[in-house]
């Protein structure tokens, strides 16, 4: 059985390639330098939080990514909201921590929320940890740090999808 050369290089798209490694860099320095302005210690978490919302949201088309962005920030925001909840009326704890995940994704099937809330989930997992490891951050600030790195990873990724789309129609 012998593999054509051509057969594999019609596979490689390095517009694409090359997009996801820019978008994911712009994501890293945004969720790096937006968390380390409020809270040094999750600077890190920040960064890839916001170049994992990127790489969820950019797809091979502007439609799609548009709906995988929505989606990644609808969830994000639910998750912050029930972890939020959560950790003011009650620090951390793993008999907690998976009560909420529960009832999370209650929340999200009531909701109809798309895989079940897999997103806000995520992103509940995230803030929960944050907190173990970090217990000085408020709930409130750990939260919406994570929902802000989520939209800017997201609308990173968006707005690459869209350069993609111009320079490919330019192209063709």
Not at 38 to 52: D, N, P, T
Not at 105 to 123: F, Q, R, V
């Amino acid at each position: 059985m012998s593999i054509k050369i051509s057969t594999i290089l019609h596979k490689i798209d390095l517009t694409m390639a090359a997009a996801k490694s820019v978008a994911v860099l712009l994501s890293y320095l945004a969720g790096f330098y937006l968390t380390g302005g409020f809270h040094c210690e999750s600077r890190y978490w920040g960064a890839m939080l916001a170049s994992i919302a990127c790489v969820v949201t950019l797809q091979v088309d502007l439609k799609t990514s548009l709906r995988q962005g929505w989606l990644r920030v609808l969830g994000t925001f639910i998750g912050a909201i029930i972890a939020t909840i959560y950790l003011l009326l009650f620090p951390f704890s793993i008999t907690g921590f998976i009560r909420t995940v529960f009832i999370l994704e209650i929340i999200c099937m009531i909701l109809s929320i798309p895989d079940n809330g897999k997103m806000a989930t995520m992103a509940l997992i995230v803030i929960m940890l944050i907190s173990q490891r970090t217990p000085d951050i408020s709930p409130i600030v750990n939260s919406s740090l994570r929902f802000l790195e989520t939209v800017l990873g997201a609308g990173i990724g968006i707005a690459i999808a869209w350069l993609v789309e111009v320079i490919k129609s330019k192209l063709t």
